[in-house]
């Protein structure tokens, strides 16, 4: 399979054509007007982030809450936070799936920080159930889209609820550029996602396999009276300039997290997202976060030579079932899964919810 020389993004990913001298046609369009249209963007967003971070200050115990994974993102956002901005900061864990590695680091780093933090565990048998299910009927992206778009909602439910609870002003969380997808988030949950919609995928209301009280874990604005405080959900790293080498170098220098390979976003990904990867190599031919990281090869936040180096690297641990790849056979077995399991038999946008 070809790949691009500039961005290293795959031919066979939708959209992409590379012509003779081996280039993508996102590298050859991103012109420097469109680097310039994107930096006016980002410095509009910068703007009123820094008028929401000053205005949070003092309106309840917390500032702001922060959904706290481990991973390098979160924790250099909580050292930004506390030392730049001296807010007052609430973190807060979905405790499902996370890795040993990210538990060492939200360890350390609220130890280095001294943030107050709360952690949630949810119903191991629902999510465990779920898991399987959406392996078992992945929409036509695959299991990457299909598991992170109906997890991911369910944590981010789980600290709105919280902040609604708490009266917290604000929610921020460490998404890099390129996450979510820009159909859920540019920068900010809209008004009518956070106070007016119900987020409980559609496929699998239709599904008839989850009770009425576990569809409940999904978050449904309908459930709060019109005079609920709603928070402000907002991604810094949308606004603030990301460079994804530097973040890694700097929770190292700062030492809040032991060594840079608690700092690699391989290594402190959610397990799961290893039997996702597999399950995609195996029907797609390429790595489903290769464009989310040609994008950041491509605006130079994220090193060409690290991808290079690492794309291999992770996706024959991956197809072998070798070194970190073999959370692949973990989650199989963990789930109760065959490769057989591994199927995509929904249409596109199947478990999107109508915003």
Sequence with gaps: MKHCKRCLLPESVEGAAINTQGICNYCTDYTSEKEESYNLKRQSREEDLEKALKECRGKSEFDCLVPFSGGKDSVYLLYKLKYEY???????????????????????????????????????????????????????????????YVYAPLFEGDAIRLAIEKQIPLVLAGYSPGQPEPERMLYEFSHKLLRQSDWTPPALIK?????????????????????????RYLAPFHAWEYNQAEVMESVVKHKLVASSRHANPILTNYPINWLCMYSDLKHFGYNPYQPEFSALIRE???SLLYWQIMRPIVNTMIRKKILLGREVTHSLNWLNLKEQDLKITLPKGAYDPKW
Excluded: C, M
Aim: proline residues 3%; hydrophobic residues 35%; aromatic residues 18%.
């Design 86 to 148: 001296n807010l007052k900061i609430l973190a807060y864990t979905t405790n499902a799936n996370i890795p040993n590695l990210a538990w060492k680091n939200i360890y350390s780093t609220l130890k280095k920080l001294d943030i107050e933090h709360i952690s949630y565990t949810p119903s191991y048998g629902f999510y465990t159930k779920l898991f399987n299910y959406l392996f078992k009927n992945q929409e036509e992206r695959g299991a990457v889209y299909t598991i992170s």
């Design 207 to 231: 599904a008839d396999a989850f009770s009425e009280e576990e569809l409940k874990s999904f978050y449904n604005a309908k459930n709060y009276s019109a005079d609920t405080n709603f928070p």
């Design 300 to 302: 130079g936040k994220a």
